[in-house]
Nanobody, 121 residues
């Protein structure tokens, strides 16, 4: 029903930057929330940043001031600009989308396949 394609992960040095992208496609009526989560080895998946359909943005305390989430106006893409990366930012980053599908009567929460972010010292 809804497919997510993520890109932008990779290896970066401490203090460097990366920009993640996620594009949603499929039988989308309207998108509500778009966000990013991450999971480090041996740890639970955690929220990094989310933006609601109304434009409200929430960030994990650990990334405030360094990461910026944005969405393309009227489109189905979400981005995560990550600056001043630290070793503890490493992990698999997952795009998450909440959307009404089909005629708009059904709501789905969809996860991307994940993109790996590695930070070297």
């Amino acid at each position: 029903q809804v497919q997510l394609v993520e890109s932008g992960g990779g290896l970066v040095q401490t203090g460097g930057s990366l920009r993640l992208s996620c594009v949603a496609s499929g039988s989308i009526f309207s998108i509500n929330t778009m966000g990013w989560y991450r999971q480090a080895p041996g740890k639970q998946r955690e929220l990094v940043a989310v933006q609601t359909g109304g434009g409200i943005k929430n960030y994990a305390d650990s990334v405030k001031g360094r990461f910026t989430i944005s969405r393309d106006n009227g489109g189905n893409a979400v981005y995560l600009q990550m600056n001043s990366l630290k070793a503890e930012d490493a992990g698999v980053y997952y795009c998450n989308v909440g959307a009404f599908v089909g005629s708009g009567s059904r709501y789905l929460e969809v996860w991307g396949q994940g993109t790996l972010v590695s930070v070297s010292s």
